[in-house]
């Protein structure tokens, strides 16, 4: 059975930074995209980056971009979201998700349509 943790989450004052990952254990899965989601309170589920079973294709939310990295480490089978420049409306809970990718990450990849399996989420707060 495919399972995802995301761990990293935590309280950040503005202007700090954290580091999200998203453990991927189970039957291993090829050419499968990974997904980076938030939800706020109140607030729909929103997409924020993606990534490539290979790395090589990434995309971002236009919320996130220049401030957040995502990036993986197959020998882990682990995807990490670094999080620069924190926002108090980056509070929210994160999720991780992985699928089979269809081509280049783009705007359907931040959709979560594609994505089949999900993680427990972990709780980002941005507060002084």
């Known amino acids: 059975q495919v399972q995802l943790v995301e761990s990293g989450g935590g309280l950040v004052q503005p202007g700090g930074s954290l580091m999200l990952s998203c453990e991927v254990s189970g039957p291993t899965l090829l050419y499968h995209a990974t997904g980076w989601f938030r939800q706020a309170p109140g607030k729909e589920r929103e997409g924020i980056s993606a990534?490539?079973?290979?790395?090589?294709?990434?995309f971002y939310a236009d919320s996130v971009k220049g401030r957040f990295t995502i990036s993986r480490d197959g020998a882990k089978n682990t995807v990490y979201l670094q999080m620069t420049s924190l926002k108090p409306e980056d509070t929210a809970v994160y999720f991780c998700?992985?699928?089979?990718?269809?081509?280049?990450?783009?705007?359907?990849?931040?959709?979560?349509?594609?994505?089949?399996?999900w993680g427990q989420g972990t709780q980002v707060t941005v507060s002084s």
């Open positions: 990534i490539s079973s290979t790395g090589s294709s990434t």
């Open positions: 998700a992985t699928g089979p990718e269809s081509g280049a990450m783009g705007p359907y990849s931040l959709l979560g349509y594609e994505y089949h399996y």
